[in-house]
């Protein structure tokens, strides 16, 4: 049982480039979500999936897309990368059991765009 | 619009003894939180939770307040050991009820 695995933990884009960051999750989880993690910001919602087939937009979604392809999996796509996407970015899987929203949280992919 | 926020973002507390994180928040239709605790290079690690008809809630070594008069929360940690070194966030559901809003995190420090 791996939980959240996100991939690839690293990577450097110049700007303009485009690249999609991956997220599974095998806890059988309904909803999925993107955060990002700025310096002294916090987490921020860009995007969640309440379930299979649905996606909305969170907090930050300007400049990325998503897709649910399938329960497991979540994807983030930064179309035309700029400098102020440059960021920890986490994705997190939940489920609610008993009034508890608790949220499962992969490991991160640092993001660097120059 | 809603927001929460930390009263003081970094913590240094001798081993062995209690620590006390504090948290504020804004939307007082909010009912639910929670504290998160994240180690360098990791995600956030779910350490309790709170629903707004509670005032209290413990659980190993942790205890979460709500004072909703003030719209404050707090996280103590009790006999804080240097495994307890990490940033700790506080969560309030969100106006969507799916997801939360994260407060800026503070970084707490355990001395030896």
């Known amino acids: 049982n791996a939980g959240v695995t996100q991939t690839p933990k690293f990577q450097v884009l110049k700007t303009g480039q485009s690249m999609t960051l991956q997220c599974a999750q095998d806890m059988n989880h309904n909803s999925m979500y993107w955060y990002r993690q700025d310096p002294g910001m916090g987490l921020r919602l860009i995007y969640y999936s309440a379930s299979e087939g649905t996606t909305d937009k969170g907090e930050v979604p300007n400049g990325y897309n998503v897709s649910r392809l399938n329960k497991r999996e979540f994807s983030l796509r930064l179309e035309s990368a700029a400098p102020s996407q440059t960021s920890v970015y986490f994705c997190?899987?939940?489920?609610?059991?008993?009034?508890?929203?608790?949220?499962?949280f992969g490991p991160g992919t640092r993001l660097t765009v120059t | 619009g809603e927001s929460v926020g930390l009263h003081l973002p970094t913590l240094s507390v001798q081993e062995g003894d209690n620590s006390i994180i504090n948290c504020a928040y804004s939307n007082s239709a909010s009912d639910y939180f929670i504290w998160y605790k994240q180690e360098s290079g990791k995600g956030p690690q779910f350490i309790i939770d709170i629903r707004s008809n509670m005032d209290k809630r413990q659980g190993q070594r942790v205890t979460v307040l709500l004072n909703k008069t003030v719209k404050h929360l707090s996280l103590q940690i009790a006999a804080t050991q240097p495994g307890d070194s990490a940033v700790y966030f506080c969560?309030?559901?969100?106006?969507?009820?799916?997801?939360?809003?994260f407060g800026p995190g503070t970084r707490l420090s355990v001395l030896p």
């Open positions: 969560a309030e559901m969100g106006i969507w009820g799916q997801n939360f809003v």
């Open positions: 997190a899987s939940s489920e609610r059991g008993q009034g508890v929203y608790e949220q499962y």
